[in-house]
């Protein structure tokens, strides 16, 4: 899940160090190295990666880790795969 695009995902904040973020609720509607903007009945909220412990869909996960520019993180995954071929000698 983490090397997947977050855009347009459904997003909940359980846990985080300003805790009035804690139960932000809504759709992500951008995603930068550091934050993820999110678009709630109130408005659009942005919030710092770093900061929060967020629910994407159905996965738990630390913001901490996410710290990384989505495009990057989402070629990871092909270099990784990649690296792991077995060569012919």
Not at 29 to 55: A, F, H, M, S, Y
Not at 59 to 79: A, D, F, H, Q, Y
Request: glycine residues 6%.
């Amino acid at each position: 899940m983490i090397r997947q695009e977050f855009i347009g995902r459904t997003l909940t904040v359980v846990d985080a160090s300003n805790e009035d973020l804690v139960g932000i609720h809504g759709i992500i509607i951008d995603e930068t190295k550091n934050t993820l903007r999110v678009r709630t009945d109130r408005g659009e909220k942005t919030l710092l990666k770093e900061q929060v412990r967020i629910q994407v869909d159905d996965v738990l996960m630390e913001g901490s880790p996410l710290t990384v520019r989505p495009e990057k993180r989402t070629k990871l995954r092909i270099k990784q795969w990649q690296r792991k071929k077995p060569q012919n000698k």
